[in-house]
């Protein structure tokens, strides 16, 4: 059995000993389990010298709901008994034998109470008497009915020699159904369990959960990226448990772990370490970026950057809506509103006015599609729901998802991954089974930039430096403003572009108008039949386009309908709207195509417009725009009003100045 394979994980191997949540707190601090069945102690009759207790210890000293469960005893029994507990908590880590034997006399004097029997199954378990700790901490947990103790019970019979007996009780139906802390703790003595058999992949693979998000902090999280990371030092994999012990001495603020004495051992030479070779030379190589070069001047960047290609995205295969009926609304048509958010559905803290109205009016799921990282999903749901928004978590779908599927999908599980971005990318990031670090020094397989207010030239330097070191780039999007209540932001996209100046590289991009983050809506959803709908043509429209979806552009973020005009055939959408209410309009009145009374005629750049008696003012724009997009030509078009009833219906429209 190797102890040190698991250090920080169990009982058995953490530097400290036991669980550092249940014995650290002292004295007043452990809230035992309730025993109402107990009853006095046991006589004084041929009972072993019990340890001394020293003068200033005070049975008022220790926790009150625990002497609450000693009110069975006679007092003076009580008072001792709550002395020996004060004493087995305060030497649990400077000397866990005479913990131990404080406990055993408190064990001795009330061995009928519960919480009496878990503090005997602790010290024992911190002095790695195993037996005796499996037996009181079975008995404990008979006494008390929970199941918090099985964790420890299982790394006792790991410590017995018993690690396939470890697994049965952590694949119990108890030991399944464990949630939070005690969950965790499960896991991390199933994968030591799983180490002793020499099982390294299971032993990986159960610490794959959500808890392995190196945004958290603390000492639960410390002895979590700690046994993950030894876990893949077991299974050969030097490098990803280096990213794992540093995850963890980030996160130890305690010093529970020692995540640090780890590193500097993995950092020497693999002779001296006494690890498996690995073809690591020195802890020069180790330490170095990997193909450093050294860097050129932005004046030496080449012209025509290298776009680092994303893997091949598979398209759901998608219905076309059914033509509409005069006069049905828009939304009718549609199985699933795939909504963007800034701009669309809300500007920075306020709701586009009518929106939430017009949501409202139809039976469609709405899912809400962002090219935004800096939020996470719960987050953005709260922030909708806080408008008035029907949202859940799992009906938003962020470009900082689809960025980190994209790196999954390129690099080996637990591989670094440098961030520029805020802690929801980081989650993401996490919970894809990546390690995250904010410096090249680190030597990253990969770089992810996302939006943070707090991008500054320090991280994006991080950046530069790890992808001129042959780091795979993916950009969660690169929208070059980002629409707020008081206007239009420096977006994403334009620090990507500071980035891609100071490379010579161009990232992969994850959200719109790149597939990646539309294909991930359409599955999350469900969608056969989706509409689109955004305010940016470049984005929304393009990303729509790319999976062959209908879109509707609303004016009320960034896109005019000059830009709509003047747009590529990629960026033109199905149908245009004032805002979202164009959704519960006859579908019919906002698609792009030939408005009876309206004549545009074509010279040269020019497009000429003319009213005809009974022109609905209203329908010029898609009788301007059907025009315009017939023609095959990039020009930049000109607009002109045959008349004046033409002029004030284009002035409307927002077509003429």
Known sequence: MNDRNNRGGSGRGNSGGGRPTDRRDGPGGRNFRNDSDARRGTGSANRPPEPPLPDDVLPQDLDTEVRRDLLSLDRTNADTVSRHLIMTFKLLDEDPVLALEHARAARRRAGRIAMVREAAGIAAYTAHEWAEALSELRAARRMSGGNALLPMIADCERGLGRPERAIDVARSEEGRALTDEDAAEMRIVESGAR????????????????????????????????????ALLAAGRREDAITWFMNAASADDDDVTDAEDRLMELAEPESAAGEPDSGLEDETELLAPVHAETPKAVSEVSAAPVTQNAPKQVVPQLVPAAPAEPGARLRDGYDVL???????????????????????????????????????????????????FRAEPDEVVTSAQSAARLLAEQLPMGSRVLVVGTDALVHEVRSAGLGVTRSADDRPAA??????????????SEAVLAIRAGALWVACNVDATLPTERGLQMGNGSMVAAVANATGQQPQVAGKPASPLMVDAVNRSGSKTPLVVGDRLDTDIEGANAIEADSLLVLTGVSTVVDALNAPEAQRPTFIASDLQGLNAAADSVIVGPRPGWHVSVLDHTLTVVAQDGADPAAVLYAVLHEAWSRETSTKWVIEAAEEGAQSALMSAGLLV
Request: glycine residues 8%; without cysteine; hydrophobic residues 40%.
């Open 195 to 230: 180490l002793d058999l020499g099982e390294y992949d299971k032993a990986i693979v159960t610490l794959q959960t959500k808890d392995l998000d190196p945004a958290r902090v603390g000492t639960d999280a410390a002895r979590y990226f700690y046994a993950y990371a030894a």
């Open 338 to 388: 795939l909504l963007d958010l800034d701009g669309t559905v809300y500007a920075g803290k306020n709701e586009i006015p009518g929106a939430k109205e017009a949501l409202d009016a139809g039976e469609q799921r709405n899912y809400y599609v962002t090219n935004n990282a800096s939020r996470s999903p719960v987050d953005v749901a709260e922030h909708l729901q806080e408008l008035g």
């Open 447 to 460: 770089v992810v930039q996302g939006h943070s207010p707090e991008t500054g030239w320090a991280i994006l």
